[in-house]
C-alpha cells in the first residue's frame, strides 16, 4: 500500500504563492510519474501538473503554465508543486496521485493509482 500526503495549502491573496508538498510512505518503490490534479466546488477534477521520476519530463495544464513548478526530491520520496502569481480562479482542493505503471508523466486522471487526501489552496482577490 502506498499512502501520499499533501500539505502546503491555505490562503492567500491574489498575486501570491504557495508551495504544496506531496510525501509518499509506505510500500517501497520507485520509478513512478506524479501528478497534481484540482477540483473547484461544482466541477470535476482537473489535471495541473505532472512529473516523471527522474524529474527531467513535465508536463502543465495550460491554465497554469508559467505560473506553476512541478518538482521532486527523489531522496526524500516528495513531490511539490510551486504555485506562484496566484489568481482566485486557482482556488479549490489539489490532490497529489502516483502512477506506478510507468515512470513518465501521465495527464488523465485513470493513468493514477494512489491519491492523497487533497489540501484546500484557497485565493482571495
Known amino acids: 500500500q502506498v499512502q501520499l500526503v499533501e500539505s502546503g495549502g491555505g490562503l492567500v491573496q491574489a498575486g501570491g504563492s504557495l508551495r504544496l508538498s506531496c510525501a509518499a510512505s509506505?510500500?517501497?518503490?520507485?520509478?513512478?510519474?506524479t501528478g497534481w490534479f484540482r477540483q473547484a466546488p461544482g466541477k470535476e477534477r482537473e489535471f495541473v501538473a505532472a512529473?516523471?521520476?527522474?524529474?527531467?519530463?513535465?508536463y502543465y495544464a495550460d491554465s497554469v503554465k508559467g505560473r506553476f513548478t512541478i518538482s521532486r526530491d527523489i531522496a526524500k520520496n516528495t513531490v511539490y508543486l510551486q504555485m506562484n502569481s496566484l489568481k482566485p480562479e486557482d482556488t479549490a482542493v489539489y490532490y497529489c496521485?502516483?502512477?506506478?505503471?510507468?515512470?513518465?508523466?501521465?495527464?488523465?486522471?485513470?493513468?493514477?493509482?494512489?491519491w492523497g487526501q487533497g489540501t484546500q489552496v484557497t485565493v482571495s482577490s
Open positions: 496521485a502516483a502512477a506506478l505503471h510507468g515512470s513518465s508523466y501521465y495527464i488523465a486522471i485513470s493513468d493514477y493509482d494512489y
Open positions: 509506505g510500500r517501497t518503490f520507485s520509478n513512478y510519474g
Open positions: 512529473i516523471g521520476w527522474t524529474g527531467s519530463s513535465t
